[in-house]
Structures are given as structure tokens and as C-alpha cells.
């Protein structure tokens, strides 16, 4: 129930109301169709009898007032129906914002560890496929309970006037599908939760085939037909698993729908005995009759609600179990500020090994590197050069030894006062779909005076962003082709803004790790010449395999 009720507050808390709305809404279409029923059984009634009267709050009520509550009921029915459509669709859309926000806000305090691990992508793959709608398909789980014990509750104060033993076989019938249907959200969770590697893999080569960034090598190495292949392979697996439980399922549903008509058989047959005996009127048949059907479908609904809420409890869980992952790099308690002139960065005995690995990818390393130098690391690939930028961003913390910045250890630092003291061009470094402009500052850093030719930047005498000047709208162009008017660059000015976009943030460390792998000649030479003219102020950082 714990999941439950976290759901149920998290659907309240995105708009509590439109969730309280949710909650009168409910109420009142489940009392309206009774009322409507009793209306008709005074209706068929009043046909019957010439001359009927009816009295209800001093009033006589005669067949034509009765046609027109009739009508009135159906009409305010119609009209609450289309209030809540309104209201569920606005609770639906903000639910999505707000689920998609704590996701993104979950990956992005998460350590990189939790990348490095399979079973962290099994997790959240779980929670994304079922972020969005699983915790208002809870509250509507238990809106439909608290609806149909409303509306049941109306069914069997009139149908106890004929007998309890309707009562006992209409409760009676409708238990084997409940059976049925908590039987259905099992094997269904277990399907899904058993096979959600099988589910990202099919997932992995859906992007293979259509992403633009594996489009070239899928059509020069002619790769396409076997990811397709592999891709039918995985749906046919998944499908004819899903086909099985399906069908298992739908004969369990046929034996309950057989149980379900015989217990109408049944009753249809009790009150036609006491109609034809003149115990009961007409009305008063049509009336018990229409109430059983509907207790019928009133107490299906209340299974399925039951059900829904034991098939949410267990897919909500995922969800939850993604939120409650908590990072294990954090910023202390009481943070050291960080200094104001850096003089020197050191890796002290560092010994480092990525999760699940064998070997060490570091062992009792030793660096030096300070201010007014360029500190060049070079080796070959696998040698962990790479990790050394990440142990000093603190994305990983060594399993021995210290990374310290003028002698005070990086574990004191609070994380986004370490971060923003670092300028970090990554070998993987990230091509922005954004403007030239914003590839190089963050729009919500952005200075909106920023010219290439600021000297704030220290890229002014570099040439690195020469080729700017040349796109149609100059920084203000969009970069890539995903969105309209998006000019493509080659790789080496995707390279050129991205180290424009670590000496941008004029941190006192720069960390440039293969920042010359796509550079031309005379970009390199470029790039020299600004370390050269940065290397005074700055400690810089250069990773390198030549």
C-alpha cells in the first residue's frame, strides 16, 4: 500500500484541484444512473397506471415531470461526463510534466556509476515506460472503488426488496473473474520485469535502424538486415510469450462470462416468477432487472479496480524503485570554499576501477600539475588517461588514494562549486542541436553582450571560431539538422565550439582531453597558440596518445 498511497500523493501534489475535481466528478456519476433507474421504474409505472401521481418534496409529480427528471438526470449526466474529460485530460498533462521532471532530476543527481550498470538501465528503462501514467491509472483505480461501492451500495438497497439471495448470486458471480484478473497483472508484471533486457535490446536496435548518427555505417557496411533480422527476432520471442499468456487468459475469461450468464438465468427467472405472481409490478421488474445488470458491471468494476490497484502497486513499484536510488558522491556537510587562485592540482597513489571491472583501470598513480604549466599526459589507449578528468570533476571518487586541489582533498569541495571551477573539453564531447551561440555558453549562464571578440572568453586571438562569421545568422544560427533552418558543421568545428565551450567558462583548471583529434593543421596550430596565451593563468590539463 505504500506505493499506492506515494502515487496517489504524487498525482495530488501536480494539481490538487484538478485531483479533488477528479474525486466530485466521480461521485456524482456514480449516484446519477441510480437515480435515473428509480425515475424509470416511476415512469413505467405511471404508463401502466392512467392517472398516476407520484408526490416527492410536496410536489405531485405526473408522467410528463417524470419524462423531463428523466431527461434532466441524462442531460446533467452528459454534462459532468464532459467535465471531467476536461479535467482528466488537464491532471493527465500535468502529471506527465511532473513524473518527466523528478526522472530527469533522478538522472542527473545520480552518480556515473549507475551508468556503468546494466541493471541501473533495466531500472530505469522500467520507470520510463511506465512513469507517465501508471500513478493516475492508481487514482482512477481508486476512484472506480470508491464510485462502485457508491453505486453498489444503491443496487442493494433495491434489490433487497426482492430478495438477498440476488444479492448473494450477483456477489457470487462476478468473484472467479477477480480471481482471473489479479492472475492477468501477475503474469503480465512478471512478463515484463523477466524480459526488460529483451525490451531494451529491441529498443537498441529500433535506434540502430533509424538514428542518424548510425545511418552511415548501417548503409556502407550494409548492416541494416541484420539488426533488422535480429530486431524480428526479439519481437517474435516477446510476442509469442505474450500470445500465450493471452490466450491462457481468454479462456479463463470465457468460463467466467459462462458463470457470469448463468447467474443472470437465474435471477431473470426469480423476478419474472414474482411478476407473473403479481408480487411486483412492471416498473418494479424492469427496475431490479436493470439494477442486477448494472450490479453486475458496478461490482466488475469494483473487481477491476481491485485488480488494477494489486497490477499498479506492482508497476509503480518500478517507478518508485528508480526515485529511491540515491547517489553515493555527495557534497559534504559543511564544505571547504574552494580556492581563489588555484595554484596546483595533484593525484596522490590513485588507484581506481570502474564498477563490476577486474582490473584496476589506475594504479598508485602519481601527478603533478600547476599553475603557468601545461601538464601533458600521454599513453596508450586504456591507460585511464580519460578517467583522471573524471576523478577530478568528481564523477567517480578513487578507491584509493586523494585528488587534491592546493593540498585540500576534492571530497571538501561542494560539487557545483568544484564543477564550476573546471573548464572540461570531454574526447566524447557533446555536438548541442542548440544555437552556435548557446553551443558555447548555456543559455541560463549566457551574457547577452558575448561577442567572439570578448577578451573575457580568452579566445579572441585563437581563430578557433573563425568559421562563424560564414553561418547564415553568425552565433544566433541553429546548429544540426534534428530542427527547421539547422546548418550541419564538420567535425572539427563541432570540435572547435567545444573548446571554445570549456575556455568560455574561464575557470582557473582547464581540461582538454583529445582536443585535437579532428583539428586540421592549421586549427591545431590555433589551438597552441590560445594554450599558449592561457597557460600563465590557468593550470592546464592536456590529454593526448600521440
Not at 252 to 268: K, R, T
Not at 434 to 461: C, G, H, M, W
Not at 505 to 522: G, V, Y
Amino acid at each position: 500500500m505504500k506505493n499506492l498511497w506515494r502515487a496517489l500523493m504524487m498525482v495530488r501534489r501536480c494539481s490538487p484541484r484538478s485531483f479533488w475535481l477528479r474525486v466530485f466528478y466521480v461521485t456524482i456519476e456514480s449516484l446519477l444512473p441510480l437515480v435515473n433507474l428509480y425515475i424509470l421504474k416511476l415512469l413505467i409505472d405511471s404508463v401502466q397506471q392512467p392517472g398516476f401521481q407520484f408526490a416527492a418534496f410536496g410536489f405531485q409529480l405526473s408522467t410528463l415531470h417524470l419524462l423531463l427528471a428523466m431527461c434532466g438526470v441524462f442531460l446533467l449526466n452528459r454534462i459532468v461526463h464532459a467535465l471531467s474529460g476536461i479535467n482528466n485530460d488537464i491532471l493527465g498533462q500535468r502529471l506527465i510534466d511532473h513524473v518527466s521532471d523528478l526522472l530527469q532530476h533522478q538522472s542527473a543527481r545520480l552518480d556515473m556509476q549507475y551508468y556503468d550498470t546494466p541493471a541501473y538501465h533495466d531500472t530505469f528503462h522500467r520507470a520510463q515506460q511506465e512513469a507517465t501514467f501508471r500513478p493516475l491509472q492508481v487514482l482512477s483505480n481508486f476512484m472506480a472503488l470508491g464510485g462502485s461501492l457508491l453505486s453498489i451500495a444503491g443496487v442493494v438497497a433495491m434489490l433487497v426488496s426482492a430478495s438477498w439471495w440476488v444479492i448473494v448470486v450477483m456477489i457470487a458471480a462476478v468473484l472467479p473473474g477477480f480471481g482471473v484478473r489479479l492472475y492477468k497483472a501477475r503474469s503480465i508484471y512478471r512478463f515484463r520485469r523477466d524480459n526488460t533486457q529483451l525490451y531494451r535490446r529491441t529498443s537498441y536496435y529500433g535506434a540502430l535502424l533509424t538514428g542518424r548518427d548510425f545511418a552511415k555505417e548501417l548503409r556502407s557496411l550494409r548492416l541494416a538486415p541484420l539488426f533488422r533480422m535480429r530486431f524480428v527476432d526479439a519481437r517474435k520471442h516477446l510476442v509469442g510469450r505474450l500470445l500465450a499468456i493471452s490466450r491462457r487468459l481468454g479462456a479463463l475469461d470465457i468460463a467466467c462470462g459462462l458463470i457470469e450468464a448463468a447467474a443472470m438465468f437465474a435471477v431473470v427467472w426469480l423476478l419474472l416468477q414474482q411478476t407473473l405472481a403479481a408480487a411486483i409490478t412492471v416498473g418494479t421488474f424492469v427496475m431490479l432487472f436493470e439494477a442486477f445488470r448494472r450490479g453486475q458491471g458496478y461490482l466488475s468494476s469494483l473487481v477491476g479496480g481491485v485488480a488494477g490497484l494489486y497490477d499498479n502497486r506492482l508497476f509503480v513499484g518500478n517507478l518508485f524503485e528508480f526515485l529511491d536510488l540515491q547517489p553515493s558522491i555527495l557534497s559534504p556537510a559543511r564544505p571547504v570554499p574552494f580556492p581563489g587562485s588555484v595554484q596546483q592540482v595533484e593525484f596522490r597513489d590513485i588507484t581506481f576501477r570502474y564498477p563490476d571491472m577486474q582490473r584496476n583501470v589506475l594504479e598508485h598513480f602519481t601527478l603533478t600539475a600547476r599553475r603557468g604549466e601545461i601538464t601533458r599526459i600521454d599513453g596508450r589507449n586504456g591507460f585511464g588517461k580519460s578517467t583522471l578528468v573524471k576523478l577530478l570533476l568528481r564523477l567517480y571518487d578513487p578507491n584509493q588514494g586523494q585528488v587534491l586541489v592546493d593540498g585540500t582533498d576534492l571530497r571538501q569541495f561542494a560539487l557545483d562549486d568544484l564543477r564550476s571551477h573546471l573548464g572540461v573539453l570531454f574526447q566524447d564531447f557533446v555536438r548541442y542541436n542548440l544555437t552556435a551561440r548557446e553551443n558555447i555558453v548555456p543559455a541560463d549562464t549566457q551574457n547577452p553582450e558575448f561577442e567572439i571578440q570578448n577578451s573575457k572568453f580568452k579566445i579572441q586571438n585563437s581563430n578557433l571560431l573563425d568559421f562563424v562569421d560564414r553561418l547564415p545568422q553568425g552565433l544566433d544560427t541553429q546548429l544540426g539538422r534534428l530542427f527547421d533552418g539547422g546548418s550541419e558543421l564538420s567535425m572539427g568545428q563541432w570540435q572547435r565550439l567545444a573548446i571554445a565551450r570549456a575556455v568560455a567558462s574561464d575557470a582557473p583548471i582547464l581540461l582538454f582531453d583529445e582536443p585535437t583529434a579532428w583539428l586540421d593543421h592549421t586549427a591545431r596550430q590555433h589551438f597552441q597558440a590560445m594554450l599558449d596565451a592561457l597557460a600563465p593563468h590557468k593550470i592546464i590539463i592536456l590529454i593526448t596518445h600521440s
